[in-house]
Structures are given as C-alpha cells and as structure tokens.
C-alpha cells in the first residue's frame, strides 16, 4: 500500500482485470508500472479502511463499495466492515435523535416526523446489512467445503456482529413502535378521516368460525380506525362464530375508543342457505374438506349467490394477518373500475399466486354471466391435479381463473376473467430476491427472533421495499455461473436494482407496477411470514392491548397451530423460492442480451445478443459445450428470420426459419454426397400473437427431429435429418437476418 498517495488510488490502480482496466478505472501513468503483487494487497487495504476514525464514516463506505463492486464480491472481511460500518452509524444517529428529539415541541412536530421516519428507514437497512452479511458467510462456507446451504449450521458462522445487530434492532423498535406512535398520535392530520355524510356504503365479507373473532380483532380495528364512509359487513360462518365476534366487538370497545357510527353486522350462515347446498351437490364429490372453516372460504367466492340482491360490489378481506393502513374508501373506488371483470384480487407476487385474501367482487357481473358454473369447471379442472385429494377453496379456484390453458378450455382466451388488485393494496412483506428470507432454519436464534420485513417504517407505516445494488451483489454472490464471476454478479446487481418499479403485470388495475418506496394501504402478513416473531410483533401492535390473546392465544394465530398454517406451502414453495434468484438472473440476461450461461431449473441455459457485420448476419456459437442425441432444446429469440446450424465433423446442417404470415422451416445440409433441402410449412396463426420474443422448442432423437415453434409443430424423419446419425457430438451456431437477442437452454 506504499506504493499509492491515497486509498481510492488503490481502487482505480488494482481493480479487477474481468471487471475493467487500471487505465479505464483513472489509474494515473505513474502507477501503471507498479509491482502488482506488491502494490495491491487487498488485506493491506482493507486493514487500513477499517481504521480510519469514525468520523470518515461516509468515506470508509464508499471505499469499500468500490471494492466489493469492482475488485471482490466475495471478500467476508469487506462485507463485515462494510455492514458493520453502515450499523453503527445508524445507531449512532440514532442515539444522536433520541437525546434531542424525544419530546419534540408542537411547532416542529412536522420536521421531527420526517427525520424520524427517515431514521427509521435507515435503521431497518442497517438491519438488512448485517443479514445480508450473515447470510453471505453461510453461503461462502457452504460454496468453499462443497456443501449444500442447508447443510450449513448458523451457528458456523458466529461472528462479533450479533450484539451489534441486537442493538440496531431495538433502536428500531423503539423508533418504529414508539417514538413514531407518539408523533403520529399527536398530529391532527393523523386522525381517523371524519365519516363522510354521504351516500357511499362501503361493502365487506369475513369469515368468522368457532373462536375466530378475537384472533382477527387486528385487522378490523386497523379497518375501523382509517374508514370514513359507513360499513356494511356480512360476516360468513357458524353461529359459534357469529355470537364470538358479537361479543368481542363491545370487549374491544372497552379497551379502544372507535367511532361504530354507520358500521353494521349481518350474519351468513351459508351451510343452512339453499343456495350453497345445492352448489356443493354439484361440487366435485371426490375430494374432501377438513373444517368448516374451508367450506366457509369456498362461499366467499361464491358472494354473488349468498349476499342479498342489492349487494352489486363486495370486498372480501381475510380477518387476523391483514393490516389496513389507509381509508378503504380507496380500494372501494378502486373495485368500481373494474368493467367487465367478475373480481380484482390481490396478487402476492413475491409467493407466486393469486391471493383470496382480498379481493374485490363485481357481484353484478357474476349474476349475469354465470359465474358460478365457471368456478365449478375451475374446481374439477384444479382437482385433476391435486395431490392431496383435498377440495379447492376458493383462493385454488382463483387461481385455476388466472390460468392460460384453463381461459382457453372454457372460452375465455381472449378476455381475461380477472384483475389484479393495485400494489398499494397488497403489500406481501416477503423478500423474493433474498434466497434465504423464507428459511429461518438458515439464520441463527438471534436473528430468527427479531428479522423483519426492510419496509416496515411504523407500526402505521409499511412501504414497498426494493433491493438496492448492494442488497444484490451480497444475495446474487454465490449463484451458480460460469466465466467471470465478478463482473457477472457486479452487471447483475446493477441491471437487478435499477428499475424504480417491480412486479409489472398488465392485469394490474391503475399503475401496472409496484413503485419502490410507496407506503401500502393494506398489507398481508399471509402464510408462513406469520412465522417470524418481528412480523408478529407488527400485528400485535393493532391489537386491542398488547395480552390481548394471551401467550396460548397468540401461538394459534401467529404459530404453526393456527387452522390455516398447513396451507402455508412448506418446502415445496421453499424451493420455488430458492429457485426464484437464477429465474431473476436469467430474465435479466435474456432481456438485455447478455452473453450468459447459467443454471435454471435442470437446464442450462445461454443468453446473448447476435449483431450485423457490416450489415450483414454473423454466427454466433452457443456455449453449451457438445451436443448428442437425445436432447432437447428451448430456444427463444426476437428474430423472425433465424437459422440454427449444426456442425459435427464431415456434416454441416441448418434449419432456417422464417415466420411471416405464415411459418416456413427449411432444412438443408451439405455432406460427401451433396446438398439437400426440406422444406416444411408450420400453418399461418403461427407466433401470430408472440410479437417479441419467439418460442421455440427442438427435440432431437435417434429417429426423429420434432420442432414446436409458438405450438405448432412439424416432424422430421430420420432418413431427413442426418445430424440423428452423426456418431460423434456436434455444436449449435446461431445467425440473424437482423439484430436480435437470445435464450438457449439444453435440458
């Protein structure tokens, strides 16, 4: 380190090659010559940052950001100091805020609400740091000794950070729980809205079984707090669980002051209505239910029959794990813009599926376009597949609704049967970038009992998190690719935090995406997220009184006891979780074109871009290493004229596609004996409505060549296709009439 004026003349002289130059990094000529391995000792570098006095905290983590961007993600020292650093800074700022601001005067109430918000925000990061770094040596050890994670102990990876960890998490708490509770409390313009004199009737369903009530008491009162138009709740279930709720709603007004103005109870007691049994009559008869409570989320989706005619639109809302953090006047509005659409749900993109948890009902529209033979052949067409036997409920049938194959099956492919409810009304707090987030087995006691979601800002204020560059170089480190891993990770995390949005869906109603940083009007702690004892902490803090349930009480609702926790997922969704980081990379690369081979699923898959030279096509040969029958090929590409050639020793054959109005594949090759061609037709609908990327899929046998492009399909025999003969292994060049990306995967 002697050879260097200064520390970031180390960063722009020793970067790493894969990366970019010295003298594309700013390294000054005179350093140019220096004796590398003398010069650029990076233990040397990071001894010195680490003791640079805390007063050049901004200047310690920008240094060693360069260096676990541009010299080495993998370095378990650097991340230490750098989440560390991030840690106590925030804790420092912390105490800072606290000694000056605790009880802030009435007339900068405003300024202090923002600096506490923004502490808060800085506090939950500091949290998501050092995770991020306990998680990094986790995966480290397990890539090092050849070992799976889950294979990992925590407890290999103790470190001096936990004491710090446990410190930043109570200046969170104490932020986020209590001084913000305060702040918000004491400003006027947090009160609940004034109940508007107006027309406007807003209307709910619930589910309500046995003891259910009390259990569920959050999120009504989150309800009750924020509404200003009047009520209208039907409530489904027994009469066990109708006489609980009627008792515990005076119970909880002795603990809470809410205004019951204009709100209004009815009970559905949907086994003894008519109309639900001559349903189940029709209802698949081979499957079974195990509780009642199943039956009763079966009848939510069947609102249109069971709620009185001059219900036309409905909110149906799961009671106990969801939190409503705006007036729900706004998602009422929402559901009205529905048009011709029989519901708008809440999709839980992070978990992958439609979700019954809320979803607003155009009950109208169901009665006249026979919604209810619709959910019955969704019911069969989801049994068919089913494992368990067990009948879907009413979140499985929706899901079967959203499915391409099924719309197509029963007419409905051109007109979706349903929307997607806007993010602001569902939040899902889960982390699906994280490899970890739903494995508490992977994370030590200490952080099992306090981890939460990075958005959480108060008890009242929960934001859409997206992950920052660094948040993804740390996950992305150890994914499995080939060449150069530090530039590869370090483009990844730079293309994976880029967009200011996430989760884009067309069905969406309003802003197709998820916009980072925007504060959620409901948010869902569903399944198994009812797991960690920080998210727990979140719904305790919208009960009643804090013993509201009582330790056994409690354990039912936020543990794995609770009716619903066998419907939480288990490994299976454990390992699309897992599975969902290489999905993320590979989209990336495919979009961009980059020139990437990287595992998905079972396949390996390459990624690139072909260019014109000079104008003109130019082969671009796959990385997937030799090719030999039997295989199967999945290759996607934007070109619409596009040839794939196959080269094995005294052999040269080439498929050359061309989708127009209609879709041409000619096959020629050239051998000892000459040049042939083949020339087949694949029908004119074909890759009609795939304007961007085109499917394609390519299955080589010893007798045959099948070749699927956008579904329609053609078939080679053998005596066509020599390459099927070719006793020594042969590669796949591309080539482009025009510029364009591609995706090659090798199942």
Known sequence: MLCFRSLPLYLACCPNQDVLSPERAGCPDEYLNAEHADCCSREDFLALVAALPSSSHYEAQDLLWAFLRDIDCSSLEAWKLFSAGFARHSNWEASQFL????????????QVLEAAVALSRALAKSMLRLEGFQQFCLWQRATRSGRQVVDVLPEECEHDLLPLYKETVANHDLVAYSLLSELVDKRLDFKPPPLQPSSVVVTLQVVCTGKWARKGIATLLSLLRRRSTMLRIFVLGDAEGWENLQATIPEVLQLQHVDMTGVSFEHVDHEKMSQFQTYMKKYPQDCFFDSSIERAMLARILCHMLLPEDVDQVISIDLGDILILDDIRGLWEIGSNMGEHFLAAAYAAPLQHVNAGTVVYNLKWMRDHNFTDLTLLAARHGLMRSA?????????????LNEDEFLAGVGYSDKAILRFLPCRWSLFPSLDWHPAWEKPELWPDAMVLRRRYPGIVSSNQVEHYCPDVVDLLSAFAFVPLTGSRQARVREYAALGAEPPARYCFSQRLGDPCCACGEAAALVHIAGDLKRWPAMQELLRAHWPSSDWLGTFGASQLLGETTETSKWWGGELRSLELREKSQEHLYLLARQRGLNYVMQRGSAWCHTFATKLVQGLPRYH?????????PLVLRIDTTSTRFQLRFVAPGLSMEFAVHLASEAVVKLRWQDA?????????????TCKKHVEWIPTRWSFTRRTVEIDVCGDSTKYIQNEVPIVEATTPFTLLVGSEAEAFWSVCLD
């Open 99 to 110: 000694l000056s601001n605790r009880y802030p005067d009435a007339g900068d109430q405003d």
């Open 388 to 400: 368990d036997g067990q009948c879907l409920r009413d979140q499985g049938i929706l899901n079967v």
């Open 621 to 629: 040969e796959t990385r997937l290493g030799e090719l030999s029958p």
């Open 673 to 685: 004996n000459g040049t042939k061609a083949v020339v087949e037709s694949l029908g004119s609908e």
